[in-house]
């Protein structure tokens, strides 16, 4: 089933070249952030660009059920914000369908307020664990009620007197690290949150843009940030940049798909998100960046991907993953369409995802012909060389779109057209990829 309907059945087969510009949307990680701070400042913040995926959509709602007016007019989002500690008390239960962005900083965000709230999520959402949040979100004071494991549908009442906390990340997680800097904000005094590896860093800059006090500084222990809780957020407006994450599809497909050559402007490359393109370079990718530039303070540039065939698999560095985190699915398609083994260390979160993509990946690329080792923590594809995968397989997307998309690209490379059982969770991060992709000259069909 898709997160929001009947199940989507989708196939892709061997393409002719793929060529011209891809525009893909809004930052997820981004829109979520800009909804929930504007959420939080006092009076009108104003955004553009917004990815309007159903992730980003149903934190929209969750803001308006907490009080915030958000509403769009023109190309234009506005969010009327109540203020740090002016979140009402919902009347209904909080749906973050497939979002662990969205349920963990809301929870984050609503922790030290004297409010409860019920959040749950679609089955997906409702397998992933919670605990990581809530544990340090009891230290402010906030109370949580869930499924057994820590699993939605979950309660939190929020602190009746929050005292800040200072908190070491026990995984790499910009979500936990996110949902404890926004509780901080309603907490007297300074929370700090130290993580041993870097991660997206969004929050701590768009804190700092609306005008929150919040230091990052890098000890022997890691990051260490520290956040002045209890103050006044000022309305920004915000420019929200295109999400590397959906440029990675166009990317990869160009890159295996013989004769292709692919422009996809200005993606931001922020250093923690940026770690699949530099991985592709160091295989012999033919990805370039052309007009390098700054945007809104992020380093950007447009990513130009021609068919790339002389491809080798590497070690991807363990302590790259944070950087890469959702590219895992589609870098371990362009592995299978390189020359030797790609192996993939460190990755033990990627089993927490949507679906544990670890095993979604495997399973799906045995069954295009692809050979595929795993351990807890680690993976390693074998590849078969450009044109190489059979493919010819029916995979299943477990709810999650990396896995629907990343199989959707192997097929435009396999000899044989690779079937998906639900494409409908796209929709999640990336509602134009089909239209997009036939833009481009992909071979991607809806079943009937
Ligand atoms: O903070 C964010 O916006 C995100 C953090 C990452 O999750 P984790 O915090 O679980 O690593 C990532 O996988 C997700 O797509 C978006
Ligand atoms: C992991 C992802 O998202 P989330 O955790 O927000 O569900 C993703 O988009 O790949």
């Given at each position: 089933m898709s997160s929001h309907g009947e199940p989507i059945p989708m196939k892709s087969s061997r393409s002719g070249p793929l060529r011209g510009t891809a525009e893909v949307p809004g930052d997820k990680s981004i829109s979520h952030r800009a909804l929930i701070l504007g959420a939080l400042a006092v009076g009108e913040t104003t955004i553009t660009?917004?990815?309007?995926g159903q992730d980003v959509l149903d934190t929209a709602a969750a803001m308006r059920a907490f009080g915030a007016e958000v509403e769009k007019r023109g190309e234009t989002w506005h969010v009327h914000g109540v203020g740090v500690g002016g979140f009402a008390e919902p009347d209904r239960v909080i749906d973050c369908g497939n979002s662990g962005t969205g349920v963990r900083l809301i929870m984050g965000a609503m922790a030290t307020t004297p409010i409860a709230a019920t959040f749950t999520g679609d089955a997906s959402l409702a397998k992933r664990p919670m605990a990581r949040v809530t544990d340090p979100l009891a230290l402010f004071g906030a109370r949580a009620y869930g499924r057994?494991?820590?699993?939605?549908p979950m309660t939190i009442r929020g602190a009746e007197a929050p005292v800040p906390v200072r908190y070491a990340t026990p995984v790499p997680s910009a979500q936990v690290k996110s949902a404890v800097l926004l509780a901080g904000l309603g907490a007297p005094g300074e929370t700090v949150v130290i993580e041993r590896e870097a991660t997206r860093d969004h929050s701590e800059r768009m804190l700092a843009g609306f005008g929150a006090q919040v230091s990052t500084e890098v000890t022997d222990e890691g990051r260490v940030i520290t956040l002045v809780g209890q103050p006044e957020l000022r309305p920004q407006s915000l420019a929200v940049p295109r999400d590397p994450s959906s440029a990675a599809f166009p990317v990869c497909a160009a890159l295996i798909t013989e004769g292709s050559d692919v422009l996809v402007p200005n993606?931001?490359?922020n250093p923690t998100r940026a770690g699949l393109f530099e991985t592709l370079r160091e295989m012999g990718a033919d990805l370039t960046y052309e007009n390098e530039r700054e945007e809104g303070g992020e380093p950007a540039a447009d990513l130009r991907a021609r068919f790339s065939p002389n491809m080798r698999g590497i070690e991807v560095p363990a302590e790259r993953a944070a950087s890469m985190i959702d590219e895992y699915p589609v870098l371990s398609v362009v592995a299978a369409c390189a020359e030797g083994a790609t192996h993939m260390p460190g990755?033990?979160?990627?089993?927490?995802?949507?679906?544990d993509r670890i095993d979604a990946m495997a399973t799906g690329l045995r069954a295009c012909g692809v050979s595929v080792e795993e351990g807890p923590d680690w993976w390693t594809v074998q590849g078969r060389g450009p044109g190489g995968v059979p493919g010819g397989a029916m995979v299943q997307s477990h709810l999650d779109h990396r896995i629907a998309m990343s199989f959707l690209v192997l097929g435009l490379a396999a000899r044989a057209p690779v079937q998906v059982d639900?494409?409908?969770?796209?929709?999640?991060?990336?509602?134009i990829f089909e239209p997009l992709m036939a833009g481009l000259g992909a071979e991607i069909v809806r079943e009937a």
């Open positions: 660009g917004l990815l309007e057994s494991g820590g699993r939605l993606i931001g490359l990755v033990r979160e990627l089993r927490v995802k949507e679906s639900d494409g409908g969770p796209i929709a999640t991060s990336f509602p």
